[in-house]
């Protein structure tokens, strides 16, 4: 099969409000289509809030997403930032693209005074795993546990 074209002059830049619907299928397959009413006003609160980023890859259209934040955390006695949902569209992934977006994250928490960034894996995404481990993140010995306001068991 012929391989995608490699995207020629790749651009890294903050999204705009304006920008959602140019998001939402790449999030959608994230979220394997799980969207639900509120997603919309989420992603303008990351757009907007000086706590929030959201990150687009684009050549001629947008063939990633990062969506992050910076949180204050007393394990690290001052804010981090965290990955929240990052995508690359499948055709051109393996191309550098994601690592593009989260550099980008990195040097922007570096500049907010960021002391550490921190990233949410599937156990079963072994794609991912890597992709963490080869841009020098270390696997947590921590386990994530959340309680569900919205639909309590
Ligand atoms: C994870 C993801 C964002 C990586 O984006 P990408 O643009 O393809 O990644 P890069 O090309 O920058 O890859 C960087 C490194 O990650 C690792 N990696 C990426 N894809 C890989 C794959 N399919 N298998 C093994 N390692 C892989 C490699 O070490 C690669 O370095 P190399 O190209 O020198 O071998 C992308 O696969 C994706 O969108 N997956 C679906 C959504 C998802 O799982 N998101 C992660 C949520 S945390």
Same mark, same amino acid.
């Given at each position: 099969?012929?391989? /995608?074209?490699?995207?020629?002059? &790749? ?13 939402? /299928? &790449? ?15 989420t ?25 992050? #934040? ?10 981090? @930032? ?8 499948? /055709? ?6 994601g ?9 922007? @928490? ?5 002391? @550490? ?13 890597? %992709?963490?481990?080869?841009? #020098? ?8 546990y %959340?309680?569900? %306001?919205?639909? /309590?068991?």
């Amino acid at each position: 099969m012929k391989k /995608p074209e490699k995207t020629q002059v &790749l651009k890294i830049r903050g999204a705009k409000v304006d920008d959602y619907f140019v998001c939402l /299928p &790449l999030l959608t397959a994230l979220y394997h289509g799980d969207i639900g009413s509120d997603f919309r006003r989420t992603f303008e609160d990351f757009v907007e809030s000086e706590h929030g980023i959201v990150l687009v890859a684009e050549n001629t259209k947008v063939l990633g997403v990062l969506v992050g #934040g910076y949180h204050l955390d007393i394990d690290w006695e001052g804010k981090t @930032a965290k990955i929240d949902a990052l995508i690359v569209d499948e /055709p051109y992934r393996k191309q550098g693209i994601g690592t593009e977006l989260v550099r980008h994250f990195l040097a922007e @928490a570096k500049k907010q005074g960021c002391k @550490a960034a921190k990233s949410r894996v599937n156990t079963e995404n072994f794609v991912a795993q890597e %992709f963490h481990k080869t841009l #020098g993140f270390t696997k947590a010995k921590t386990y994530e546990y %959340f309680l569900d %306001f919205v639909h /309590p068991r």
